[in-house]
Structures are given as structure tokens and as C-alpha cells.
């Protein structure tokens, strides 16, 4: 069972920026395909970046070029940099960590920016 945790959410206002960590367990972390997605109040979830065994990234449009997503495989965390952020990137973000078949959700942290 791999434990996912995040952490770093909270209130900032428009043009701020946020860190979000998510530390996972297990010895294997650095083979985990690890992931951010967002839900908004009212909306579905929502994938927002990706980062993968070999470091390669990936990012929804919607954040593209404001987030960037890092991983410290020697501390097994994850991390996402929110840079230039909108109200509209106002939700609960969760991490995702995939290893093999199986995968994990955190319990999301709150991030919310105001205009």
C-alpha cells in the first residue's frame, strides 16, 4: 500500500504563487508515474500535470508555462510550482501516484486565489 500525502496548499491572490509537495511512500517511489489533478466546486476533476519515471513532463494547456512539476526522488516527493495563478485555478489539488497496475489519491489540499 503506497501512502500519498500532500501539503503547501492555501490562499494567494491573483499573479501569486504557490508550491505544492506530495510525498509518497514505498521503496520503489522512483518508478511511480506521479500526477496533480484539480476539482473545482461544481466541477469534475480535472488532470493538471504529469511527470514520469524519466523525468519527462507533460501539463494541461491550461497551465502550461505557469506549472511545472519536479520530483526529489531521494526525499520520494513530488512537487508542482504554480506560478502566475488565476482565480480560476481556484480547487482541491490531488496527487496521483500510478506504480504497475495499481494507484493511489491522496487527500487533496485547498488552493484558492482571489481577484
Known amino acids: 500500500q503506497v501512502q500519498v500525502v500532500e501539503s503547501g496548499g492555501g490562499s494567494v491572490q491573483a499573479g501569486g504563487s504557490l508550491r505544492l509537495s506530495c510525498a509518497a511512500s514505498g521503496p520503489t517511489f522512483s518508478t511511480y508515474v506521479m500526477e496533480w489533478f484539480r476539482q473545482a466546486p461544481g466541477k469534475e476533476r480535472e488532470w493538471v500535470a504529469a511527470?514520469?519515471?524519466?523525468?519527462?513532463?507533460d501539463y494541461a494547456a491550461s497551465v502550461k508555462g505557469r506549472f511545472t512539476i519536479s520530483r526529489d526522488n531521494t526525499k520520494n516527493t513530488v512537487f508542482l510550482q504554480m506560478n502566475s495563478l488565476k482565480p480560476e485555478d481556484t480547487a482541491v489539488y490531488y496527487c496521483?501516484?500510478?506504480?504497475?497496475?495499481?494507484?493511489?489519491w491522496g487527500q487533496g489540499t485547498q488552493v484558492t486565489v482571489s481577484s
Open positions: 496521483y501516484a500510478q506504480y504497475q497496475d495499481y494507484y493511489y
Open positions: 511527470i514520469f519515471n524519466g523525468d519527462n513532463t
